[in-house]
């Protein structure tokens, strides 16, 4: 039980296009998604709290134009990458909370040329 | 703020070997969550740990909330290959409704064959 997917897995795109990245949890209902930011050998970085039905919340220092969050379900969340751009390359998680526990998705890798 | 101070940063051992890690805290966590993350994935949870003093285990992994609340370890029998990768204790933030977790910065672990 408990499993997340997360779609795409790798995505390479120009500068100045949108990104969609999707999140499912796909054995349970989760209110509450987040999106995570990783750099290469650094911990997970709190981009947004997903909270269906209502506004994301962001962290400090995390535009809510550029980074675009939709949770229209209790299984799915959407992050926008808008007019992404080189320095916006990174590994993109999110997780699905379950109860204390946070379960995660495999991940997606943004490359943006 | 709450935070999470996790040891050692990274371990070389040889295959056959006992590990242990640990996550300590100031402040008093209600939930200690122990995650695996190997590259290019999202973190796994491996043991969740709800309850001061308790004590779970998951196959070869061993976890531990400790009776103050404001530490965790991780032990992991024998050593295999496999356990390669980046350990980190995580806690919801125990302010405020959506329980965003608080991360440790992570345990690096090479098991020489």
């Known amino acids: 039980g408990a499993v997340v997917s997360q779609h795409p897995s790798r995505v390479i795109c120009k500068s100045g296009t949108s990104v969609k990245i999707e999140c499912r949890s796909l054995?349970?209902?989760?209110?509450?998604m987040f999106w995570y930011r990783q750099f290469p050998k650094q911990s997970l970085m709190l981009m947004a709290t997903?909270?269906?039905?209502?506004?994301?919340?962001?962290e400090q220092g995390v535009e809510k134009d550029k980074f675009l969050i939709n949770h229209a379900s209790l299984t799915l969340s959407t992050l926008t990458v808008t007019s992404a751009h080189p320095e916006d390359s990174s590994f993109y998680i999110c997780?699905?909370?379950?109860?204390?526990?946070?379960?995660f998705g495999p991940g997606t890798r943004l490359l943006v040329l | 703020g709450q935070q999470l101070n996790q040891s050692p940063q990274s371990m070389f051992i040889q295959e056959g070997e006992d590990v242990s890690m640990n996550c300590t805290s100031s402040?008093?966590?209600?939930?200690w969550l122990w995650y695996k993350q190997e590259p290019g994935e999202g973190p796994v949870l491996l043991i969740a740990?709800?309850?001061a003093g308790e004590l779970t285990s998951n196959g070869r992994l061993t976890a531990q909330f400790g009776i103050t609340r404001k530490d965790s370890f991780l032990n992991i029998s024998a050593s295999i290959p496999s356990d390669v990768g980046i350990y980190f204790c995580?806690?919801?933030?125990?302010?405020?409704?959506?329980?965003?977790?608080?991360w440790g910065l992570g345990t690096s672990l090479a098991v020489n064959p």
């Open positions: 054995d349970f209902q989760a209110t509450t």
């Open positions: 995580a806690g919801p933030n125990n302010a405020g409704n959506n329980r965003k977790l608080i």
């Open positions: 740990l709800y309850k």
């Open positions: 402040s008093i966590f209600n939930t």
């Open positions: 997780s699905a909370r379950e109860k204390a526990a946070q379960y």
């Open positions: 997903s909270n269906e039905g209502s506004k994301a919340t962001y």
